[in-house]
């Protein structure tokens, strides 16, 4: 038993498996415990039976898996797009103090800036259909993926670049081959938990839809986002447990296949 109590200790997979069925288990059973017995209103908090009834409600009559892939699409362009901009602007700030200076004035206020904020101005600029809620979901992520790459290439112990100049190596061959290989495992964890930051930005992104969630093509569709907010106002809070179910079963299979590739690509890393 005090091996699960130690300090910075370690645990088996088993054992780390062991605890999180528990803990799972746990809050299953709470949630049992308040719906069943009545002490909790149903429509504060739903039976997890009347939960799972939800989907197949929302599968055929709100085109839940079409409204998923398109979830899925923007917050995987808004991702793709915030790496294209915050990998190399990170670097570069990360490499060239005088580069950092210029950004920073701009890159450091963002991050108090409150996403929601934009909503009203992106729809002027954007309209309202899948560019708003990408472009939304770009800046939401870009803003505070850019600063985690600069942290990322600044920890990169300064003995490699002293032994690149030492060999004759230019500036650009130093970042090149030193300073982003060095910095990529930790940039690549970097990029994965900006992927859970956009899941959390999603229902922002969708509240307005450009496209009818039961009708049209897939990139047409509302998404995850738009079904919450419409389950919201019809006061189906069974349709709410269940479409966040989904978006945390999405992200977190998301979040494991990112962990899987860091392991396979950055092997070295953990020898």
């Given at each position: ?11 088996t ?27 909790a ?35 995987t ?23 950092k ?10 991050r ?57 190596a ?7 081959h ?70 945390l079963?999405i ?21």
């Amino acid at each position: 038993m005090s091996r699960f109590f130690t300090i910075r200790g370690t645990l088996t997979n088993r054992d780390a498996r062991f605890i999180s069925l528990i803990g799972i288990f746990l809050l299953l059973s709470v949630w049992s415990l308040f719906s069943y017995s009545g002490w909790a209103p149903k429509l504060i908090l739903p039976t997890p039976t009347a939960v799972l009834k939800a989907f197949p409600t929302l599968h055929w009559e709100h085109a839940l898996v079409r409204n998923a892939v398109a979830s899925f699409y923007r917050i995987t362009m808004g991702f793709l797009l915030a790496s294209i901009v915050a990998v190399p602007l990170g670097i570069t700030m990360g490499a060239f103090p005088s580069v950092k200076a210029f950004f920073r004035p701009l890159v450091d206020p963002l991050r108090f800036l409150p996403i929601a904020a934009l909503v009203g101005l992106f729809i002027v600029w954007f309209g309202i259909g899948n560019a708003m809620k990408i472009m939304l979901l770009f800046t939401g992520i870009a803003v505070y993926m850019t600063p985690l790459i600069v942290e990322s290439v600044e920890g990169v112990d300064q003995v490699y670049l002293s032994t690149s100049y030492t060999l004759g190596a230019s500036k650009w061959q130093v970042i090149c081959h030193v300073l982003a290989p060095a910095a990529l495992p930790t940039i690549f964890e970097a990029l994965r938990v900006m992927n859970a930051i956009g899941w959390t930005y999603i229902i922002l992104a969708e509240a307005i839809s450009g496209g009818a969630s039961g009708s049209g093509g897939i990139l047409s569709s509302g998404g995850l986002g738009n079904l919450i907010i419409v389950a919201q106002k019809r006061s189906h809070t069974d349709q709410i447990f269940a479409l966040i179910i989904t978006i945390l079963v999405i992200g977190v299979m998301t979040d494991l296949a990112l962990r899987w590739t860091n392991k396979k690509m950055f092997f070295w890393k953990e020898n």
